[in-house]
């Protein structure tokens, strides 16, 4: 089989990028020369008062000064270039790749990248500097011969998964060291500030239950940015523990009994603190005290809640309309006849945080109202796991209207879905009989958005704090270059299913970013697998079939001159053998989305896209859309697999 010129299983990825396997990205000769600036000033032009010495062009914030040097570009030309910031004490570093083009403010120590096309109107020289006070290193500017065709991915709010050991978790980068000093009290109360009540001794911060009492520790974060937070709460005395998580005023998580919490926010203020509040009782220790820097929005989600390998996660935006979703002792939630306690347990994310319901009378159950609009669906759900009991729940769809279900004793999400009759929507879980007691956790009740996805099941856990939280839908786009693509015959391989048979449309297009000129697999509004090829608007193929789009298919469709062919799970369902092909470097990009990129994302599961640049014969589809393994004989698989016999 001939291997693939593009190919993404999911696996590495960034903020904003998923990676794709192939192709290898390749490089012209660097251009710049005396990157290094070893050689002085050699080559290099410098508006006063830029100098270069000890190795580093150095700046001293004057706007509109630059260092350049002429490297003979061409215009329309794709390049990368690269420098190293080695020092920064004020300002931000200004390039230009060709006056009047501007590739990118930058600031912060360490190597820097960008990939940008030339503009030489104006003249063909790199630029650096304006406004920026420091020094950099290490120039070099190449022309990309070979791009790579990793994925553009944008979804600017955080977003769970779960994880390869069944855990929900939000997807992260770590931007910072640790910013909490004495965070573990191993140096006593040094950096923290003590209001009365508070008191260090035995490695650990104690109250002495005091309420609105602080413990504090000032300069820690930036207004605007996000972190990631964790601390320890131990040895908690008879009595109700009430304590509060804070950024200065800015309340971050209650806590209510020993355990190891754990969370994120975005800073209002730049201190941290932990208050006891007013309806505390409990003496209790704080300890291994953490926060970090950390960037969560636009994290490609690799999800493992099938097991086996991982998926790559794609959703619509939804919105979560209970506005504490794992504080089920707030004030949102109700109890009749029921007990509701924190328990001692882990909830699905492994932290401290879940509840233990104990029924205690007839009708008992657990839940709470929000606002919702007559005519829309709704879908609530929530973890459940069986402490004792008969295990059975009623869950309540947003109507009041039970849905039973037999719980096990390990985490399950459960749900039930509704059109809503009334501006409440309900999101209420009943127990069973007498005596029946059930851990909770994770409660979501969500709708439809304005784009008429979702609300007709249960999307990804979004975690909410005295409010409604929205998370925005993933979109994964532009992966290549019409270099990347051989756009005269290939094969387009994806094996994906759909989040839910619900009637809508979700692409995956290799296209030059229009309706006119794309190859696309695409589940449609009648819940079928269609495949087509579109040429200057004319379609030579197309076919359409019934399949379970829930379940994961491997779909490979190929297109040639005169000879196109659908292969769905090892069998090759259409063919024609006539139509046209593209011309040469029509299709420039790859995306999970029809070819005007933007529209019809595709929403679902992606175990695999792969884009050959030849179009395969019937036993490379065959072997590449089904689970064979087998050759004939062994000269097929010498000649399938390129061996070469000594």
């Given at each position: 089989m001939a291997l693939p010129n593009m190919a993404m299983i999911p696996s590495g990825y960034k903020p904003t990028k998923l990676y794709s396997v192939l192709p290898t990205e390749t490089y012209g000769v660097d251009l710049i020369t005396n990157g290094d600036f070893s050689n002085g000033s050699t080559d290099w032009s410098l508006d006063s008062p830029i100098t270069i010495s000890g190795g580093t062009m150095n700046f001293t914030n004057v706007g509109g000064k630059y260092g350049s040097q002429n490297i003979g570009f061409t215009d329309g030309t794709t390049y990368i270039v690269k420098f190293e910031i080695t020092e920064q004490t004020s300002g931000s570093l200004l390039v230009f790749l060709g006056a009047g083009n501007s590739i990118g403010?930058?600031?912060?120590?360490?190597?820097?990248?960008?990939?940008?096309?030339?503009?030489?109107?104006?003249?063909?020289?790199?630029?650096?500097?304006?406004?920026?006070?420091?020094?950099?290193?290490?120039?070099?500017?190449?022309?990309?011969?070979v791009g790579n065709a990793d994925f553009d991915v944008t979804r600017a709010t955080p977003a769970t998964r779960v994880n390869q050991y069944g855990l929900i978790e939000t997807p992260e980068f770590i931007l910072s060291?640790?910013?909490i000093t004495n965070g573990d009290f191993s140096d006593g109360s040094t950096d923290w500030t003590l209001e009365s009540g508070w008191s260090v001794s035995g490695g650990v911060a104690n109250t002495d239950g005091t309420i609105n009492k602080n413990i504090k520790q000032n300069n820690v974060t930036t207004i605007g940015k996000q972190y990631k937070y964790s601390f320890d709460v131990l040895n908690s005395s008879v009595g109700d523990v009430r304590g509060r998580f804070r950024n200065n005023n800015g309340a971050v998580?209650?806590?209510?009994?020993?355990?190891?919490?754990?969370?994120?926010?975005?800073?209002?203020?730049?201190?941290?603190?932990?208050?006891?509040?007013?309806?505390?009782?409990?003496?209790?220790?704080?300890?291994?005290?953490?926060?970090?820097?950390?960037?969560?929005?636009?994290?490609?989600?690799?999800?493992?809640?099938?097991?086996?390998?991982?998926?790559?996660?794609?959703?619509?935006?939804?919105?979560?309309?209970?506005?504490?979703?794992?504080?089920?002792?707030?004030?949102?939630?109700?109890?009749?006849?029921?007990?509701v306690t924190l328990s001692s347990n882990l909830n699905p994310s492994g932290d401290s945080v879940c509840y233990r319901v104990e029924r205690i009378g007839s009708g008992a159950q657990l839940g709470g109202v929000a606002v919702a609009t007559i005519g829309q669906t709704y879908t609530s759900s929530v973890y459940i796991r069986r402490i004792s009991g008969s295990g059975i729940v009623n869950m309540k769809d947003v109507n009041n209207v039970n849905a039973p279900v037999t719980i096990t004793d390990e985490w399950q999400r459960y749900s039930v879905t509704g059109v809503a009759n009334s501006a409440n929507a309900r999101y209420y879980y009943t127990l069973g009989s007498d005596g029946d007691v059930i851990e909770a956790s994770f409660a979501q009740i969500e709708k439809e958005n304005t784009l008429g996805y979702n609300g007709e099941y249960a999307t990804s856990y979004i975690p909410t704090y005295n409010g409604i939280v929205s998370r925005n839908q993933d979109l994964v786009n532009n992966a290549g270059t019409s270099a990347t693509y051989n756009s005269e015959e290939g094969v387009l391989f994806a094996e994906i299913a759909a989040l839910a048979d619900?009637?809508?449309?979700?692409?995956?297009?290799?296209?030059?970013?229009?309706?006119?000129?794309?190859?696309?697999?695409?589940?449609?509004t009648s819940n079928q697998l269609l495949a087509l090829v579109k040429v200057g608007g004319v379609t030579p193929f197309a076919y359409t079939m019934v399949t379970d789009i829930k379940q994961l298919s491997k779909i490979g469709l190929k297109w040639k001159q005169d000879d196109f062919a659908l292969w769905v799970n090892g069998v090759e369902v259409a063919t024609d053998t006539s139509g046209n092909t593209f011309a040469a470097d029509t299709l420039d990009r790859l995306a999970f989305t029809d070819g005007s990129v933007g529209t019809l994302p595709f929403f679902g599961k992606t175990s695999q896209v792969q884009v050959f640049n030849t179009a395969l014969s019937n036993f490379d589809l065959l072997n590449l859309t089904s689970n064979a393994t087998g050759y004939a004989t062994y000269e097929t698989m010498r000649t399938s697999l390129n061996f070469n016999i000594q």
């Open positions: 403010t930058f600031s912060g120590l360490g190597k820097k990248q960008i990939v940008a096309t030339s503009d030489a109107t104006f003249d063909t020289k790199i630029y650096f500097g304006n406004n920026f006070a420091g020094s950099i290193d290490n120039i070099s500017v190449q022309e990309v011969l060291g640790e910013l998580l209650n806590f209510f009994g020993d355990g190891t919490y754990s969370g994120y926010f975005v800073a209002t203020n730049t201190s941290i603190n932990i208050v006891v509040l007013s309806t505390n009782t409990a003496t209790f220790s704080i300890d291994n005290i953490s926060v970090v820097e950390v960037e969560r929005n636009n994290i490609p989600r690799l999800d493992y809640t099938d097991g086996g390998c991982p998926v790559l996660l794609t959703e619509p935006q939804s919105t979560n309309l209970v506005t504490n979703s794992n504080d089920m002792l707030a004030s949102n939630w109700s109890q009749t006849t029921a007990t619900d009637g809508k449309q979700r692409r995956i297009s290799l296209s030059d970013g229009t309706n006119n000129n794309r190859v696309v697999i695409y589940y449609n």
